[in-house]
């Protein structure tokens, strides 16, 4: 399997200093800038990024000089765009934070403004497109000039910009997953068939060597069944050879809740993904479990939990993503400890994301692991998937996130409300 070329942009080390000031005392023009501080990171055909930024208050303060802040991964397209002349000056773009001192809000009925403190840019060059590690800006640079005594040193900002290639394989299901498709890897203009996909939801032999974690009724397929619960599914990932690589199936029915007709966080439904034992051939060992429910508001979605399993054991659970995704539109669903972590900080809610387990699993794999691109309810879905290429030593690694995407693209079916009209006669209505 050939790669295709990432870059991995990002920005970390973000502190924030006035030289020479003493915070305590108010004539020195520091109370200009206010608690908290924040930042947008902006970057030319990408969503702005925000966070926060501390301000440093002593000398003595101890910092993470390798934390990051924000990431941006780059294609080959990407870059082709970001280093083409712009309409004004015939300038590349430029990635460009620009640093705020309080918060938005309002009090006693008067809007409160953020103050920009200043900003920084640094131009898109042909180093970005070299393919290797290169730190872009590393240290401390002014941003801003004091309001109050023009000609001393205003804000400082330091900060470390750097890139470093992240090689991706890109794969796609070539059909609806639900149809038994066969999964390409696409290289450029190229695809080359790499797994095929089996869809079932049919009684399960007790041949089967994934039947001792499997629980369907007698009707399982049933179509009236389905209008109450659906279970029973499972998915399979084949190599080329016709050997099954992984599994993805149903654990945990998806059923309505009580007083309501869609699946709620209180009882979501569950998948296991599963992968060959390698000390006991015909066995399967637990990787992964994935829950999935509907939240519903003015654009529903669907939340996909995942949680590596410690040693195959369910007891030792450790979570690894919890993404929202809009039930009509679609979306992605990742791996990212990066993107988590942040989410997690900015958070103001207690959540499974806070609880310290992201932190573990960046200091164990960090940065982007994989992505899934789905469509919403009742959509042409082909997952494209993409996996770092670090996390991947054989086809075998592959196969079990082709398992987990399909989970989570049958998961958008699976979480529909179950009172909806099923068109008769549709052997693959949900």
Known sequence: MDPQAFIRLSIGSLWLRIPGAALNSVNSGIHAISSPCSCEIRLRGFPVQTTSIPLITSPEVTHDYHSIASSFYLEESDLKALLAPGCFYNSHSCLEIAVFSGRKGSHCGVGIKRQQVGTF???????????RPVILFNGWIGIGKSKQESGRPGAELHLRVKLDPDPRYVFKFEDLTRLSP?????QGSLKQPIFSCKFSRERVP?????????????????????RRERKGWKVKIHDLSGSAVAAAFITTPFVPATGCDWVARSNPGAWLIVRPDICRPESWQPWGKLEAWRERGIRDSVCCRFRLLSDGQEGGELLVSEIFINAEKGGEFFIDTDRQMRAAAASPIPSPQSSGDFAALALAVG???MSCRVQGEGKSSKPLVQLAMRHVTCVEDAAIFMALAAAVDLSIEACRPFRRKIKRGSHHSL
């Open 182 to 186: 066969q999964i390409v890897q696409l």
């Open 121 to 131: 840019k640094l131009e898109v060059g042909p180093e970005w497109g070299e393919g």
């Open 206 to 226: 007790q041949v089967d060597p994934l039947s001792t974690y499997w629980s369907v009724s007698a009707d399982g397929s049933d179509l009236e069944m389905e």
């Open 367 to 369: 940065g982007f692991v």
